[in-house]
């Protein structure tokens, strides 16, 4: 998983304030997943977008989470009005493509942001 | 919504022994692959198959893609230390463009 930096590594936030997640994608990948883990589970599908654009917003909540992947600079996760179910770790992965002849082409993981609710 | 049920959901065995992690659905995937996640880190690619009936050896790992690609299994021979982690399985199906994750298996391997 080297290669996709995602920031910060730990978040604190407190009930009400805002969270706001960046993930920078490997050299020469242009597309960005944002998954979401909460303790003792498997990593949960919220977000697929390429660059300014937002392809698969499936697995997000319907309020308060927004994702952007813009034409410069990192992709961000931004979570408004935090709330202590909020905390978990937010992992960012990066493809160069979503389908190659048909084949999923391998997707690399960040270290992950782990975001606490207080 | 599809599920990748894994078993067991926790091993914990001794250096040296071997084990078998099963990754099951009711769907059929256009591809799957393994990872291993360590505590406070992302989930790292180990291997990813494609054909139904597959196998692929990497080290002391073996993996198998069900020939209906609606399963997989993971071996381990001869466990080491090194191997203790998250295993995680995750599907790939040609309509869409996510990956669904199976619910994984905590494996400690002691010495």
């Known amino acids: 998983n080297a290669g996709v930096m995602q920031n910060p590594r730990h978040l604190v936030r407190r009930r009400g304030q805002e969270a706001r997640l960046r993930c920078s994608p490997m050299k020469g990948h242009s597309h960005v997943y944002w998954y979401r883990q909460l303790p003792e589970e498997g990593l949960k599908f919220m977000v697929y977008l390429q660059k300014e654009n937002i392809i698969d917003e499936s697995g997000m909540p319907k309020e308060r989470f927004s994702a952007e992947f813009p034409k410069e600079g990192p992709s961000i996760l931004r979570i408004q009005q935090v709330v202590r179910g909020d905390s978990a770790a937010y992992f960012c992965?990066?493809?160069?493509?979503?389908?190659?002849?048909?084949?999923?082409?391998?997707?690399?993981f960040g270290q992950g942001t782990r975001l606490t609710v207080v | 919504t599809q599920l990748l049920e894994q078993s067991p959901q926790f091993l914990s065995i001794q250096e040296g022994e071997n084990l078998t992690v099963y990754c099951n659905s009711s769907?059929?995937?256009?591809?799957l692959q393994w990872y291993r996640q360590e505590p406070g880190e992302g989930p790292v690619l180990l291997v990813t198959v494609v054909t139904g009936g597959e196998v692929k050896k990497l080290k002391r790992l073996t993996f198998q893609f069900g020939d209906a690609r609606k399963d997989s299994s993971l071996h381990i021979t001869a466990a080491q230390p090194g191997d203790t982690g998250l295993y995680l399985c995750a599907g790939h199906s040609g309509g869409g463009n996510k990956l669904t994750f199976g619910t994984g298996t905590q494996l400690k391997v002691e010495l």
């Open positions: 769907s059929v995937f256009s591809s």
């Open positions: 992965a990066s493809s160069p493509l979503p389908r190659t002849s048909g084949v999923w082409a391998e997707a690399f």
